[in-house]
Nanobody
Framework: QVQLVESGGGLVQAGGSLRLSCAAS????????MGWFRQAPGKEREFVAL????????VYADSVKGRFTISRDNAKNTVYLQMNSLKVEDTAVYYC????????????????WGQGTQVTVSS
């Protein structure tokens, strides 16, 4: 497993931007796909984005497509989530995850998780 620590969350007005980071420990970071999920109060954890271990493959949830960008720097053991044109409905705790999941949209398919970072978008 790999240990993950998210940062970069905060309070932002609708239409604004935030960049989340997820730092990973362990020598095998580059062999894992990395994902971002989010969980709003009273809701299930939902898939946001995924990036393959080579960074050539990315997948986004329809709700964030065109607004969010996932990227990774294997030399820094870090994955990023650039969030633009934020909406109130993007408010949630954002988690990064590492694994090579069979069904990437299912959070149960991911084995390693960070502690989460709060993103709050005000109107």
């Amino acid at each position: 497993q790999v240990q993950l620590v998210e940062s970069g969350g905060g309070l932002v007005q609708a239409g604004g931007s935030l960049r989340l980071s997820c730092a990973a420990s362990g020598r095998t970071f580059s062999s894992y796909a990395m994902g971002w999920f989010r969980q709003a109060p009273g809701k299930e954890r939902e898939f946001v984005a995924l990036i393959g271990w080579t960074a050539s493959d990315t997948v986004y949830a329809d709700s964030v497509k065109g607004r969010f960008t996932i990227s990774r720097d294997n030399a820094k053991n870090t994955v990023y989530l650039q969030m633009n044109s934020l909406k109130v409905e993007d408010t949630a705790v954002y988690y990064c995850a590492a694994d090579n999941p069979g069904y990437y949209e299912d959070y149960n398919s991911w084995g390693s998780w960070g502690q989460g970072t709060q993103v709050t978008v005000s109107s």
